[in-house]
């Protein structure tokens, strides 16, 4: 019995190039989820980590990062790194912040806000905090 060794082509390989980038292509943009350019998106973003929103509470600002961190900033961004974002790389950047209400905080307390820093479409920092005076401030998961 004859075992059948396909051959190579330079035609099937340039295929197999091409199909493997089409496939790469792809999965980079369902993993990009195209950035999140809508209230409706940023939504989306944050109930897939547990929060769901008033979307109708939205604030957003413009935020310049300053071309330093420290102070408060500093202390800000190891809560950040501690979920997988850093901000050095965006020092100097111009970001947007986006905040809602948030209505399903486990203690059913009321005044929970969760934030966005995105630029260019993608999320560079997140949290959740308690606009109550001695609130509190946590990660987004």
Known sequence: MTKFKPKLTR???????????????VIVLICSGGGLD?????AEYLASLGWEVDLSTEEERAVTLPSSLDGVLLTYNELQKQQGFDLTPYAGEDCRSY????????????GVIAQLIIHDGEVIAGDIHSSALGGFMHGLQ
């Not at 099937?12 to 292509?25: N, Q, T």
């Open 11 to 25: 035609k099937s390989a340039v295929f197999i190039i091409i199909a493997a980038a089409a496939l790469l292509a």
């Open 38 to 42: 809508t209230p409706e998106e940023r």
């Open 99 to 110: 905040s809602y209400a948030v209505t399903n905080y486990p203690s059913g307390e009321s």
